[in-house]
């Protein structure tokens, strides 16, 4: 009777499209945030492709304003909610459970919740061009009075209700991800035994907790505003604009660490497993990630420095703080890769252009944080060449780097290397082509989000190289979708643990089983499959 | 071998989040309360910002009209809020009850106490609409009533949240699915219910006893 009663249950066919609708697994649920997230990232990117075409020379009449003012607010609302934050969640959501030996997350259910508000949330912010005045164009940070019912319309209305669900979605997120890793460990995975990539999910998730609903209240004040009559942020009736920049970056500045930390997670995973060593000074990256957090929020109004409303002195020493663990980080990724064996590997050079590009962008950004500097360089170019450097040379190189190391563990495939490689080079020359200018522009005081500028400014050139810069990256999608589609059906097979990795979703097979490990090997360190592979611990691993 | 014993023994007491200490719902629970109460913060923040720069609070009659400002007066009148206080005060303590009930296996007492907590949150929510006919302002009145209106409105939409949950809970007691060992939805309500309450203790203080300038 026993063996009978082990014999698994003869499952009902269901069609492959009921199983991703209706799916809990944590790993599906992560594929679908990945999927989705690279369609908002390709749509995103065709808005910002609009506004360097309209850009690419002076007094240029492609685009009409009021069009491209709906193009950049769109463009960074995609980027920001509904690429770089859920493909990071997406990430988690695959790794997370994997990596601390977990059967799923806490709340399967819940899970799948938070992912399908996201393609609701992106269309009903999509659905603001087929309104009447357009899709929201006050620009992703929404200042008041321009988002206020007497200067933009329905579209507005559209993105405040889509930020808001997209805002519910990661708060729900981050409880099952908190909920999950305080509780669901698998018997030795200690908290210092965690990987990074899990303490950076950690602290992704505290900060989305505390973050997020500020940014819910603000909006939801916005909306009662446009649309009851209520008198928070419009100065002419008795509001207060700066009210809403507060509450709005005290969201927004912990968001831009939501949006960067679990790339630096993924980022830790791939340079120890590529140059053979174990990541250097494992405690002092966990501190500097929760430093990174708990100082997040004592930074938000070097946004606003301009406004003469806040204690410079105190947000400017903060904001050059918080650099400090962000160095810590970088000399811990140096140390790692040093006397490594390194193998370059797609991975790998996707985690160099990350650490090159992010200290790039870490080092502009400090420049900012000196308030005379800032003074200088508010709503220049020289801001959009900084949030490029840190989210798209940091997060984006970071995601891919994240989509070549774990897609043999998704697919049980390899993407392709040379491909690879391409994909690699021309984003990397493209970015630096596209975004370097703008150091340039921003100097010489190129306004942002302007939709035109004058011949005799001199800024011609440079946009233009810009422009080109943006065209490589668009070109640079290609050889990686065609690496993607060609992988998915004829790559080589992966086996288990293709890369020599270090954590557990490596000792199960690729793709996993939906209760992820048959047996869990022995959790003596932060690398229990490194242990068993090299005999330290006795393997109960599926590569027996 | 060892190992592999280990862990095939450990193996379901993961996947039903029965290790040691706090289960997961309520873990889950409390989470989601400190994101409500980081969202309570903000519509706070911007009370405490609206009514620190305004020159007079509540709003003076030079500024917004005799009639408003005598409405605005809310520490004349605050006795129907403060029944009200009393009333989802009380429920704290009730709810509280039903918690001790079941931990004690008393299905019974779970259910009375339960069934009497969502009546007197109906009561609350009732005295509130009440009141929110009887105040003579609206939410578009200057930036006194739209902060009014916002808080007590969030607040009174999470009491309503609340009744529903004690709702399902109670639906769930009179089923027979509770017991001393299970009975985690019984706990995380009434945890979310004390929070309801908390805020409301803020917001009485606030709007009808903390003096104002």
Known sequence: MATTALTPAATTYRSSLYEWVTTTDHKKIGILYLVNSFVFFFIGGILALGVRSQLAVPENKLIPPELYNQLFTLHASLMLFLFIIPILAGFANYVVPLQIGAPDMAFPRINALSFWMLPLAGIIMLAGFLTPNGAAAEGWTSYSPLAQRAYSGTGTDLWVVAVTLIGTSSILGSINFLVTIFKMRAPGMTMFRLPILVWTALVTSVLVLMATPVLTSALIMLFIDRNYGGHFFDPATGGNAVLWQNIFWFYSHPAVYIMILIAMGIVSEVLPVFSRKPLFGYKAFVFATAGIGALGFSVWAHHMFTTGTVYLPFFSFMTFLIAVPTGVKMFNWIATLFRGQLRFSTPLLFALGFLTMFLIGGINGAFSAAVPVDFALHDTYWVVAHLHYVLFGGSVFGVMAGVYYWFPKMTGRMLNETLGKIHFVLMFIGFNVTFFPMHILGLEGMPRRIAMYASSSGWGGLNLLATVGSIVIAASMLPFLWNVLVSLRSGEVAGDDPWEGNTLEWATSSPPPPYNFDHLPEIRSERPVFDARHGRTSSHGTRA | ?213
Request: glycine letters at 10%; charged letters at 10%; hydrophobic letters at 50%.
């Open chain 2, 1 to 213: 071998m060892s190992a592999s014993t280990a862990l095939t023994t450990h193996a379901p007491a993961i996947a039903e989040g029965h290790r040691a200490g706090i289960s997961n719902p309520i873990l889950g629970m409390i989470l989601f309360i400190c994101s409500e109460v980081m969202f309570f913060a903000g519509l706070f923040a911007a009370y405490f910002n609206v009514r620190a720069t305004a020159p007079v609070w509540p709003p003076s009659a030079a500024e917004v009209g005799e009639h408003l400002a005598e409405r605005f007066d809310l520490h004349a009148e605050p006795w129907l809020a403060a029944i009200l206080t009393i009333v989802l005060v009380s429920s704290s303590f009730t709810c509280q009850l039903g918690v001790w009930a079941i931990r004690r296996d008393d299905r019974r007492g779970l259910i009375r106490a339960i069934g009497v907590t969502m009546v007197m949150g109906i009561a609350f929510l009732i005295g509130q609409v009440y009141d929110y006919s009887q105040l003579g302002f609206g939410l578009s009145d200057g930036t006194f009533g739209t902060t009014f209106f916002t808080l007590t409105g969030f607040h009174g939409a999470h009491v309503f949240g609340g009744v529903i949950m004690l709702g399902v809970v109670l639906f769930r007691a009179m089923g027979g699915q509770f017991s001393a060992r299970h009975h985690d939805a019984v706990e995380a309500a009434s945890i979310y219910w004390h929070f309801v309450d908390v805020v409301w203790i803020c917001l009485f203080s606030l709007l009808y006893i903390i003096p104002t300038k």
